[in-house]
């Protein structure tokens, strides 16, 4: 028996034995260890450059941050009014009011706005009965 009393130590043996039978065998290191090199070269090679680039961006990055701040600025910058008295070179205009002047229509007539201008339309002495040229057209004449 062991030290808790509970007696799984007989079937721990057991599983463990049955647990490392079923297992691959181990290769051997140096085999292993050999076929990796390669990746691990390649992998290595890879993580320099990687933070090589990175150190690069970040340095050029400062550079560009301290060349910014060090030039001095011509004092040209914008100039922004106080929000509490207007600028005196502002001037406000405003646009006239449009006018508009009502057409009186005659009650029980229709305003066409001239759309019936043409042929036999709009003129006053067109129509039938209304003077104008002396043929009408209308084929009422007896020129035989």
């Known amino acids: 028996m062991n030290d808790d ?15 490392r039978g079923a297992a691959p065998a181990a290769p051997a290191t140096e085999a292993a260890l050999t076929a990796l090199r390669p990746r691990f070269e390649r992998a290595r090679r ?12 970040g ?18 910058g914008v100039r922004t009014p106080p929000a509490d008295q207007p600028d005196a070179t502002t001037t ?10 009502a057409t009186p229509v005659t009650p029980g007539t229709v305003d066409d706005d001239g759309g019936n201008r043409g042929p036999g339309g709009g003129d006053d002495n067109s129509g039938p009965g ?6 009408s057209g209308s084929g009422s004449g007896s020129d035989d």
Request: proline share 7%; glycine share 18%; no cysteine.
């Open 5 to 19: 009393g509970l007696g799984f130590e007989p079937l721990d043996d057991e599983l463990g034995r049955r647990l």
């Open 46 to 57: 890879r993580r320099r450059a990687a933070v090589a680039g990175a150190w690069s961006v």
């Open 59 to 76: 340095a050029i990055g400062a550079l560009g941050l301290v060349l910014t701040l060090a030039v001095p600025g011509n004092g040209d």
């Open 92 to 101: 406000t205009t405003v646009a006239p009011a449009p006018t508009t002047v």
């Open 130 to 135: 209304g003077g104008g040229s002396d043929s």
